[in-house]
């Protein structure tokens, strides 16, 4: 596995090792001591999501002010552009993110350390993502960051205007939002 540290503290690029022939491929998705050994980390996942979504449908960015979640996410089938933001106020990357194509092709995992916003848009006609958490979904504490918060500035790779579910067309501008300490 590659494994690269990205520009805001904490995210982390990875690439697993696949093997690979005209039969087609194979690859471990998550080994608990290989991830420790690459990253130094050891989250304890709780729980498995599982979306899919359509072409022009955005998600996000969406955190949990208490019980935050860290994240592995990937895509097992179609494309998406992967969005974090850094929502911790003592961090050097608060409020800055960062963005990068997931693939079933590429098969990249991207890991999101609690304290970020996280979001996607689906690039391709469908997209199926998956992530691991390292806490539970706890609605009561879910929060919404605006999507296209100029402050943020954040470069969504837009054909037409995204398909949103009512909460993402509520998000608060960075301004007026919790964040954590």
């Known amino acids: 596995m590659q494994v690269e540290k990205l520009d805001l503290p904490g995210l982390i690029l990875l690439e697993p090792r696949v093997l690979g022939d005209e039969r087609g491929f194979f690859f471990e998705s998550y080994n608990r001591r290989r991830f420790f050994e690459a990253t130094g980390l050891d989250p304890d996942f709780v729980q498995d999501n599982h979306s899919r979504s359509a072409r ?16 592995l996410v990937r895509v097992v089938q179609g494309e998406v552009f992967d969005v974090a933001v850094d929502l911790r106020r003592a961090s050097p990357g608060f409020g800055r993110w960062q963005g990068l194509v997931l693939s079933a092709a590429n098969k990249r ?11 996607f848009l689906t690039l391709s006609e469908t997209a199926e993502f998956l992530y691991k958490t390292t806490d539970y979904y706890a609605p009561e504490h879910e929060r919404c960051l605006a999507w296209n918060d100029p402050e943020l500035g954040i470069e969504w790779p837009l054909q037409a205007p995204p ?19």
């Open 56 to 71: 022009g449908v955005l998600r996000g960015l969406h955190y949990q002010i208490r019980q935050p979640q860290g994240k």
């Open 163 to 181: 398909l949103l579910s009512l909460k993402d067309q509520q998000g608060r501008a960075l301004n007026d939002a919790e964040v954590f300490p």
């Open 109 to 119: 995992q991207l890991w999101i350390p609690p304290g970020f916003a996280h979001g």
